[in-house]
């Protein structure tokens, strides 16, 4: 009797960013008029930061990160989602991000409010509230699937779907193939999920470097801070 021995393994299938002048619109309506532009259009010097508001260093880290995504900021800099914005602003969170971009890139100030972002917290989920500590990686999932409902049009969210082109899902979106081969007759089946956002596995090795630097980052920051404040640390 043959026993069907089978391996299987996950990958995600590259996808070259589109250049194309406009998108196309559906029947639930998307953005229109955009080119991803994958380099810093204007080069800035390094922006503020964010105010902690009340346990919001989730939040934080998160716009920090997608702020200094190009194609996304070179996007809502420019107002062109606002432009075309098929809600007219009403419970669209990226109009209200895109405020809180441009805000961002003209303060001169140390820090900024994100107000638009916290605003818009029980629409980006439910169990948010100001004051509560969450998960990041779970808010930026929950943000970018409000962005996305936000370039559809969508006032209640419908969930992310590939075949749905958004300026968000032309930056962010990718396919993870699972396979599953059989040893016996070499037939492949393959199954396409969609993704916004893709866990990377990282080496013990590449762990210990990111530590290393970021102690040695901690401590500079602690040093700019004390000269900042005019309060010295005594030497050991």
Known sequence: MAHRSEESEEEPIK???KQRPTTSTGEEGQDKGFDIELK???VSKVGPGFYNCGNTCFLNSVLQSITYTAPLAN???EGKHSKNCLLKGQSCTICAYEALVKKYFSA???AVEPNEILKNLKIIGKKYKIGRQEDAHE???DLLDKFH???MGHVQ????RLEHHSAVSDIFAGKMRSSVLCKTCTHRSDIFEPFLDLPLVFTCKFQIICTYFLSRLSNR???LRNAWTGISKPKS
């Open 15 to 17: 996808q070259e960013p």
């Open 40 to 42: 810093w259009k204007v």
């Open 75 to 77: 996007y809502l800099k």
């Open 108 to 110: 001169k100030a140390r």
């Open 139 to 141: 808010f930026l999932r």
């Open 149 to 151: 409902d936000g370039c």
């Open 157 to 160: 969210s419908k969930g992310f």
């Open 221 to 223: 920051t602690t040093r």
